[in-house]
């Protein structure tokens, strides 16, 4: 056998461990009951909602409260096809479905990418493991992850037809950043903006009409976004990151800081990593050492898009057009495009420990991702059992006067209620996707309700009183003794049930 042998059978076994390990990156999603993101419960009861109002039968509390808005809005993907899953399979069975598609998406998008630029470039898609079940996954924004994996694919698609731009290529493409829109509208700009620059660097004197055609084909996808400037606020919002937060956020990959801060050194080994690789890449592969000049390589194309993708972190404020959290949702995005761009040439013995040293930092972020995940499920079963005394189609208000632990980034309780109202199809005055016009299902227009704010930031000045006729139940979590909101609810309301800090208010009569 030659030296060569154990490197060919490597490269045959790799594939195959890489869709091994995509498969056990679902465990944690399969081994609980409910899925523990901060908005997951809320997407999946909209999204009932959502099968409910267009061709379901829905109870005339749920009527009146809610309608559909019928406009091309982003977040119709998550919804849509979670609706549609409802309808073949449990609730819970969808969520996980969705969420399952969401991880292969990512992880398969970003090898394809690294594979469409170099085929040998496929092993560093391996680092996308650790990023899987990163802040914004866990926070619940599915569809914008699912957005950044449709990105990725769009690229990719892209870079490999970049020469043949015939009608399947546009076909293709255009689906795929259709799809990109209704996932989030941020990924579709992210991805025209990696293709747009792309194209400039790739442009060349010779062929320049057949790369023209590149423009025609992606003109449909600027009809959406425009009507999306135009009938939205464009307003910036949130307090802006002073410079030790804005960059120690990106450059220690702070994004996988979900459960506890021991995620903090993962995250800057992992940012390490990328630089050492970035800065081998630069030496080993850029450089002909013999006559000491630079030398390029279609890839190097792809150095420029995570350049500015940084500077358009440095730039975003951090809300807009009434979207939060847009620096950790862009903090990512130059990672990724640096794997496609990394070569580094190694050596012979770095090269053969790449792949099993990936493996194994894979393995333990999927053991510690599994194990909090067992554990939150618990927490998720404690918090629901004392919804189970609401009454069927009742009106109710959830208050959580405690969210999350202290050193968590995520609090998988915020809209935990929902499942409890999707269950017993209650009607969720704390359904803040309703609120606002982000989603497909909102409150109907001049309906009298609770203050979606104060229930989200302020629960503590929720007033009982004003709202008693409209809200049946009241479920309250970690209540303060001696609060008004507690005397006020003793007054209008009974206690019915109360397990560790859940308690459970019907209004006086309803018993």
Not at 70 to 82: K, M, Q, R, S, Y
Not at 266 to 273: E, K, S, V, Y
Request: hydrophobic share 55%; glycine share 8%.
């Amino acid at each position: 056998m030659t030296a060569a042998a154990p490197r060919a059978a490597g490269r045959r076994l790799e594939p195959a461990f890489f869709a091994l390990f995509v498969l056990l990156y679902l465990l944690p999603l399969w081994a609980v009951e409910r899925v523990p993101t901060n908005d997951g419960p809320s997407h999946l009861y909209n999204a009932w909602l959502l099968r409910e109002l267009a061709w379901g039968d829905p109870h005339p509390a749920l009527d009146a409260a809610y309608d559909v808005r019928a406009e091309p809005i982003p977040n119709w993907l998550g919804h849509a096809a979670l609706a549609l899953l409802m309808s073949v399979v449990p609730p819970a069975a969808a969520e996980k479905l969705l969420l399952s598609a969401c991880i292969v998406l990512f992880l398969l998008a970003l090898r394809y990418l690294a594979a469409s630029v170099e085929p040998e470039a496929r092993r560093w898609a391996w680092l996308g493991f650790p990023l899987a079940y990163n802040f914004l996954f866990q926070v619940g924004f599915t569809n914008y992850c699912f957005g950044l994996g449709l990105a990725m694919l769009a690229v990719g698609v892209w870079w490999r037809r970049r020469e043949r731009p015939g009608p399947a290529t546009a076909l293709l493409l255009n689906l795929l950043l259709l799809l990109a829109y209704f996932a989030h509208v941020l990924a579709l700009a992210l991805a025209l903006g990696a293709i747009g620059v792309l194209w400039l660097v790739t442009l060349r004197r010779a062929g320049w009409r057949r790369h023209l055609l590149h423009l025609a084909i992606l003109a449909p996808q600027a009809l959406l976004p425009l009507w999306f400037l135009v009938t939205r606020s464009l307003a910036p919002a949130g307090r802006e990151w002073a410079g030790e937060q804005l960059w120690g956020y990106l450059l220690g990959l702070e994004v996988l800081w979900t459960f506890d801060r021991g995620q903090l050194p993962l995250g800057r080994a992992l940012a390490l990593l990328w630089g050492g690789l970035a800065l081998a890449t630069l030496l080993r592969e850029n450089v002909d050492w013999a006559r000491r000049r630079p030398r390029a390589r279609p890839a190097d194309a792809f150095l420029l898009p995570a350049v500015l993708a940084v500077a358009l972190y440095a730039w975003a404020p951090p809300g807009l057009a009434g979207g939060i959290l847009v620096k950790p949702r862009l903090s990512l995005v130059p990672y990724l495009f640096l794997v496609p761009w990394f070569s580094p040439r190694l050596g012979r013995w770095l090269e053969r420990l790449a792949v099993p040293a990936f493996v194994l930092l894979a393995a333990g972020v999927l053991v510690y991702q599994l194990r909090w995940y067992r554990r939150l499920d618990g927490e998720m079963r404690a918090f629901l059992r004392p919804l189970a005394a609401v009454p069927r189609h009742a009106r109710f208000v959830p208050l959580l006067f405690q969210r999350r632990r202290p050193e968590a980034r995520v609090a998988p309780l915020y809209h935990a209620a929902a499942y409890a109202a999707l269950e017993r199809e209650l009607v969720d005055w704390g359904n803040y996707e309703a609120g606002t016009d982000h989603f497909p299902v909102r409150f109907a227009p001049g309906l009298p309700r609770p203050d979606i704010w104060t229930l989200e930031t302020r629960p503590i000045g929720y007033r009982v009183g004003v709202h008693r006729d409209r809200v049946d139940a009241v479920y309250a979590w970690h209540l303060p003794a001696g609060s008004a909101v507690a005397r006020r609810l003793r007054r209008d309301y009974d206690l019915v049930r109360e397990e560790g800090p859940g308690r459970v208010y019907l209004r006086k009569g309803l018993r």
